[in-house]
């Protein structure tokens, strides 16, 4: 082989390597991205339940649990707001969901109240954000009101899902200000995963298999979601 053969051969070598190692990555850079919250952490503790158990432990694990779910499906690349036990203000959580222009946002909270036999999911959404009078003038625009159905859709995809590990349990779909979420162009909702108050609650989202469960029924309502 002359040298001119062989340096074709090493530059043909060189144009696969560097394709097949890009394409990869180029997969990966296209597919949605999806920004999981795990609500409180480091000094902000969120709520307390039965044996001190804390929402912002119980948070980072069903949201780190939820990641592994849907890295394992390929449908989206997953950001989480933390992945340790930091305190984060309500605006580094927004930089953080703005800077990576996500195609959706779950904020993973725990509930506590209600006495010692409020069991249950609830999701909350933000509604439109147009000002009521703006909104009966009809200045709402056509984006908001496609972010709001996303929304919605998302929702009811997570309710239904969760639907069937709390059986009669599922508490309502409900349209409220959420900090977090105000001003965020992008389909966005709260999921309050169970009381840590209530005995039966707090067994479910501390117990591994139970958390990976209900994991695993997110993710695949996050999946039905970009289907």
Known sequence: MNNRAISMTLLYVLAGLTLFGTLPALAQAQKPVVVIDPAHGGEDTGCIGIDKVVEKDITLAMAKRLKQELNSSGTCRVVLTRE????????????????????????????????KTATGFELY??????????????????????????????????????????????????????????????????VEIGFLTTPQDKKKVSDEKTRGSIARAMAQAVEAYFR
């Open 84 to 115: 340790g036990d930091e305190t984060l203000s309500v605006e580094q959580r927004k930089k953080i969901i703005t800077d990576f222009k996500p195609a959706a946002v779950v904020s993973i909270h725990a509930n506590a109240g209600f006495g």
């Open 125 to 190: 959404y933000p509604g439109l954000g147009a000002k009521p009078s703006d909104r009966a003038k009809g200045k709402t625009e056509a984006s908001e009101i496609k972010t709001l159905n996303d929304t919605v859709k998302l929702a009811h995809l997570i309710r239904k899902s969760l639907d069937a590990l709390y059986p009669k349990q599922g508490r309502g779909l409900r349209e409220a200000d959420v900090v977090l979420l105000e001003g965020l162009k992008v389909p966005a909702v709260v």
